[in-house]
Every structure is written in structure tokens, then in C-alpha cells.
């Protein structure tokens, strides 16, 4: 790392540049004051790839002004308070590479925030956290083969069930979600091939222009997620997810998709219909909160061959509670790898659709409907969250 010393009136600057590789992203830049301090603690500017480990100091604004990658073998640390602001435009994001480590930890009471830089933000401002992991993935095959991410043609996927990318705890992502083209879009938080020995737990997507939390493959377990006013899906999965998600609570705004999106593989890259294995992740204590039955869409589509177990559901607002599609969701079904336990639904027009091919009924998914209270988001949404 360089350290070049300037004299502005009567302080001394250090500004520190971390070089880049071969990526043609932007130098990152940090301006430290004579004394330790920031210069302007909304003017220090972070962005490129890291040759050394970087430590985002607690209660400091940064500028995200390009996107910042954090390498195989370094670490991005992030203290409490700290907000990252960021500049527009979908190629400023933070990359947390296979076996580079993000250690994101705030506090309730002091959450890490990264949003928009502009005066007046709006969904799809920037583009959001993307981490990469080696876990397994069902959209190739053979030991550690790769496949590459929708931004910034990233490797992720292999072997290793217990990856372990860092810990995210008390975070929360704003007005992400900017789309590079039609294919090639932004989330709020995007999990590629994500190992369970990663810790994900208190994060929150508010007002993206996409989904809100997205995992590709990997076996990593979230738990107290919150997506408010996502415009696309609220919680996606594909490409063979197989964690667990606990206590997750979704709430729909004006534009928006599904509440959950599962599919057991990848639609969008190639023929993958028959993989080695299906997602199949399990969700407990789930709350999806929509605007009225009157409104044409749905809570959950399960779809592409996705198993999935649910427990402990409330969903409130939707035209259809459930949507499965495709004949190998529904093969699912009739072995028994797919269920609904405990579950109330509120102001639900048609519980359950079945546009799979098999024969069953509601009876042979749903079972204890009335008994579900949901994710109970107001005993721990308080003090990091927006509404």
C-alpha cells in the first residue's frame, strides 16, 4: 500500500490508494486526517479491487463511487454505524469474491447501512452486496467447476458445503437493484453458492428495483430477513439452494412481484432441467404481507423442480397463496419433499394452485391451516430496520 503526505493549510492528509488489478476499476481511496481522523467523514471515497485488508471505521459515512471487490485471501471489515453512500449507476456495487471475507457486523442499535448517494433516492439507485462463495451449485457439474454471476461475469460454485464467506449481522441494504440490461440485473443482497459456515442473520432489503435477497445454490442458513418495497421478488432462490431460511418477513409496496420466487434450477442459463440435485431449502416462521386479494399476483410460486419445506406461515393479501408450476415441482409434492405446516391464510383468494401436471390436492401439501402466527417481526425489527 502507498502512503503520499500532503500539507492542506494546516493539516496534514494521508491518502492511501489501494492498487487495482486487471479490472479497470477505480483506485481506492481513503483520506485520513494528520491526526487519525477523517477528513470529511462523508467525503473518504472507497471503491476497486483490494491488494490489503480494509477496515471500515464504526460511525463513519464512505462514498462508494465504483465498484469494490474484495479478493481471494482479504478481508472487507465493517464496524457498527457505519453508512456506505453510494454513487448511481449499476456497476457500483461491493464483490465479496470466492474466498475473499466480509466481516459486516453492527448492532441493533447501530446498524450498517449501505444506500444512495443522491438527495432524493429511488429503487434501483446502485447496485448492492454480491457474495460469491464455493458451495455447490446445480447449473454445472464435476467436483469445483464454476459458473459466472449475472453482474460482473463473477466465479462461484464447487464442493465445499461449509464455505465460509464472512458474517453479515445487523445490515441493511437501500434503493439497490440497478439493472446493467434486461438479463443482467442488480439485488438487494445476492448469494452465490454460499456455504453454511457463512453467518447471515438480522439483514434487511428496503426499496429495490429488484429481488431483494436472491440465493444461488449453496447451503448457507439466513435467519431474521426483512424485505420491505422490493420491486421485483422479495426472496428468490434457484440453481439448487438447499439452507435455511428463519424467520423471514416480506412486505409488499406498490410495485412489486412475488413474495417468494423458488426454483429448483436456473431457467436463464441453458438447459438445466434435469440436474444432480433440486433446491430444496426449508422456511420457518415466514410473514408475506400484500395489498389485497383483489390484486393478481402471488405469495409463493414454487416452480423448475423446487422442493421446499415450509412451517410456521401467515400470508395476508394475495389473489393466490401458493402457485406451483411445472411437472417436476409437483413430482415434489407426491414424494413427499414439498409441504406447508401450520399456516393462516388472511384475505387469500385461492389457497392453493396447482399448474403442475400431478394430481393432488390441498390436503396432500397444506396441513394444520389456522394454526400459523408468522415470523413475529416486531419482537426483532427494532432500532436496524426501515418501514
Not at 496534514?12 to 489501494?18: H, Q, R, S
Not at 454460499?194 to 428495483?209: C, K, S
Not at 422490493?230 to 428468490?236: E, W
Request: glycine share 14%; aromatic share 8%; with cysteine.
Amino acid at each position: 500500500m502507498k502512503a503520499n503526505i500532503f500539507l492542506i493549510g494546516l493539516f496534514a492528509v494521508t491518502t492511501l490508494f489501494v492498487g487495482c488489478a486487471s479490472d479497470d476499476t477505480a483506485d481506492i481511496t481513503i483520506n485520513i486526517d494528520g491526526d487519525g481522523s477523517p477528513v470529511d467523514p462523508t467525503g473518504e471515497v472507497i471503491g476497486g479491487t483490494l491488494t490489503e485488508d480494509l477496515t471500515l471505521e464504526s460511525n463513519t459515512e464512505y462514498s462508494l463511487t465504483s465498484a469494490l471487490i474484495v479478493p481471494e485471501g482479504f478481508t472487507l471489515t465493517v464496524e457498527p454505524g457505519v453508512v456506505v453512500r453510494a454513487a448511481t449507476g449499476s456497476d457500483v456495487y461491493i464483490a465479496v469474491l470466492q474466498g475473499g471475507i466480509i466481516n459486516a457486523e453492527g448492532t441493533s442499535s447501530n446498524p450498517i447501512v449501505f444506500t444512495s448517494a443522491t438527495s432524493t433516492p429511488n429503487p434501483g439507485d446502485w447496485g448492492g452486496l454480491i457474495l460469491l462463495g464455493r458451495a455447490p451449485i446445480n447449473s454445472v457439474v464435476g467436483g469445483d467447476a464454476t459458473s459466472t454471476s449475472e453482474i460482473g461475469g463473477l466465479p462461484y460454485g464447487g464442493s465445499a458445503v461449509d464455505d465460509n464467506s464472512g458474517i453479515l449481522r445487523y445490515v441493511r441494504i437501500e434503493y439497490s437493484g440497478g439493472a446493467a440490461d434486461a438479463a443482467s440485473e442488480n439485488n438487494g443482497f445476492s448469494f452465490y453458492a454460499i456455504g453454511n459456515g457463512t453467518t447471515i442473520e438480522f439483514i434487511q432489503a428496503f426499496e429495490g428495483a429488484d429481488d431483494g435477497v436472491e440465493f444461488f445454490g449453496g447451503t448457507v442458513d439466513a435467519s431474521y430477513i426483512s424485505v420491505v418495497g422490493a420491486q421485483d421478488d422479495s426472496v428468490d432462490w434457484t440453481e439448487g439452494f438447499t439452507g435455511t431460511l428463519t424467520n423471514v418477513y416480506i412486505e409488499h409496496r406498490q410495485s412489486h412481484d412475488k413474495g417468494i420466487e423458488g426454483d429448483g434450477f436456473n431457467t436463464d442459463i441453458g438447459n438445466n432441467s434435469n440436474p444432480v440435485f433440486w433446491s430444496a431449502p426449508t422456511v420457518t416462521n415466514l410473514t408475506i404481507n400484500g395489498l389485497g386479494s383483489s390484486n393478481e399476483n402471488e405469495a409463493i410460486r414454487l416452480r423448475a423442480g423446487t422442493r421446499a419445506v415450509f412451517t410456521n406461515v401467515l400470508l395476508e393479501g394475495f389473489a393466490e397463496g401458493f402457485d406451483l408450476d411445472d411437472n417436476e415441482t409437483g413430482n415434489g409434492v407426491l414424494s413427499d419433499e414439498t409441504s406447508v405446516t401450520d399456516i393462516t391464510f388472511d384475505d387469500i383468494t385461492l389457497t392453493l394452485k396447482n399448474d403442475t401436471g400431478a394430481t393432488f390436492g390441498e390436503a396432500d401439501v397444506i396441513t394444520g391451516i389456522g394454526n400459523g402466527t408468522g415470523a413475529d417481526y416486531n419482537s426483532w425489527n427494532s432500532g436496524w430496520t426501515r418501514n
